[in-house]
């Protein structure tokens, strides 16, 4: 059984900053693209960031420049720092990845819990 563990969300204040991070553990035998999506109330849930296997990366317009996404292969982890945060960053953020299972080697998307992010002074 795949499962992706997030923490590190919260309340912070306009200009703030905060570092998600999600970890993925289970029969795993490869992991390939790895995001980070969010859902605010009342809208659809928007992708925010990818990471691949090699470490390219991509971004929503909206977050260029203040969002980081990075990954830490050997942790099968993904992080998120979200910098210079604005109250219409927020949401639940959710992680994502493809990961292919030991078990029976078939690739699979997951998702974390999803964590709440507030922005709001």
């Known amino acids: 059984q795949v499962q992706l563990v997030e923490s590190g969300g919260g309340l912070v204040q306009p200009g703030g900053s905060l570092r998600l991070s999600c970890a993925a553990s289970?029969?795993?035998?490869?992991?390939?693209?790895m995001g980070w999506y969010r859902q605010a109330p009342g809208k659809q849930r928007e992708s925010v960031a990818v990471?691949?296997?090699?470490?390219?990366?991509n971004y929503a317009d909206s977050v260029k420049g203040r969002f980081t996404i990075s990954r830490d292969n050997a942790k099968n982890a993904v992080y998120l720092h979200l910098n210079s945060l604005k109250p219409e960053d927020t949401a639940v953020y959710y992680c994502?990845?493809?990961?292919?299972?030991?078990?029976?080697?078939?690739?699979?998307?997951?998702w974390g819990q999803g964590t709440q992010v507030t922005v709001s002074s």
């Open positions: 994502n990845a493809a990961i292919t299972s030991g078990v029976d080697m078939n690739e699979s998307d997951y």
């Open positions: 289970g029969s795993i035998f490869s992991i390939d693209d």
């Open positions: 990471i691949t296997s090699g470490g390219s990366t």
